[in-house]
């Protein structure tokens, strides 16, 4: 593709009511110098459709149909949609708890109606052990998040070749 025909991906940004369904605390690393991770399942309800732009410029007419604020999910019993991306050094918030470089995969998109989606992904964060027993106040309840990959993912795949 060349510099006339690329386009840019939109930036990942997710912010909203999130359910935190999971919560798994881990160390990682060789032995010697080994950190703390932890993994959160989220659970976000209504994501606006436009996000599907990010995982494929075709993939939100395929969920639904039309193009006003109406939008009604194309199919009701279809599963959602998985996506295998991985984002690397994203920003994260978890109610008050703000975390850098963390990854963020095992995307799964589910269309609703209105023109929105459940999202369901899991981040890899890097806290401090204090971050830890406020991270886990959170498992099974609702908390305010944000989560921002990096500005510049994807650019140079789109502008090679």
Same mark, same amino acid.
């Given at each position: 593709?060349?510099?006339?025909?690329?386009?840019?991906?939109?930036?990942?940004?997710?912010?909203?009511?999130?359910?935190?369904?999971? /919560?798994?605390?881990?160390? @990682? !690393?060789?032995?010697?110098?080994?950190?703390?991770?932890?993994?959160?399942? =989220?659970?976000?309800?209504?994501?606006?459709?436009? /996000?599907?732009?990010?995982?494929?410029?075709?993939? @939100?007419?395929?969920?639904?149909? !039309?193009?006003?604020?109406?939008?009604?999910?194309?199919?009701?019993? /279809?599963?959602?949609?998985?996506?295998?991306?991985?984002?690397?050094?994203?920003?994260?918030?978890?109610?008050?708890?703000?975390?850098? !470089?963390?990854?963020?995969?095992?995307?799964?998109?589910?269309?609703?109606?209105?023109?929105?989606?459940?999202?369901?992904?899991?981040?890899? =964060?890097?806290?401090?052990? !204090?971050?830890?027993?406020?991270?886990?106040?959170?498992?099974?309840?609702?908390?305010?998040?944000?989560?921002?990959?990096?500005?510049?993912?994807?650019? @140079?795949?789109?502008?090679?070749?």
């Amino acid at each position: 593709m060349s510099k006339d025909q690329s386009t840019t991906r939109p930036l990942f940004q997710v912010t909203g009511i999130a359910t935190v369904r999971h /919560l798994n605390v881990r160390k @990682e !690393g060789p032995e010697d110098e080994k950190i703390l991770a932890v993994d959160v399942k =989220l659970h976000i309800k209504n994501v606006d459709r436009r /996000l599907c732009a990010y995982f494929d410029d075709s993939l @939100e007419a395929f969920l639904w149909r !039309g193009n006003t604020d109406a939008l009604i999910a194309r199919n009701a019993f /279809l599963v959602p949609v998985a996506y295998m991306n991985e984002i690397s050094s994203a920003n994260v918030t978890i109610g008050q708890h703000s975390f850098i !470089g963390c990854d963020v995969k095992k995307f799964q998109m589910e269309p609703r109606d209105g023109g929105v989606m459940a999202l369901n992904c899991s981040v890899t =964060l890097y806290p401090n052990s !204090g971050d830890v027993a406020g991270l886990a106040k959170f498992v099974q309840d609702e908390v305010q998040i944000l989560i921002e990959g990096p500005p510049d993912l994807f650019t @140079e795949n789109l502008v090679s070749n």
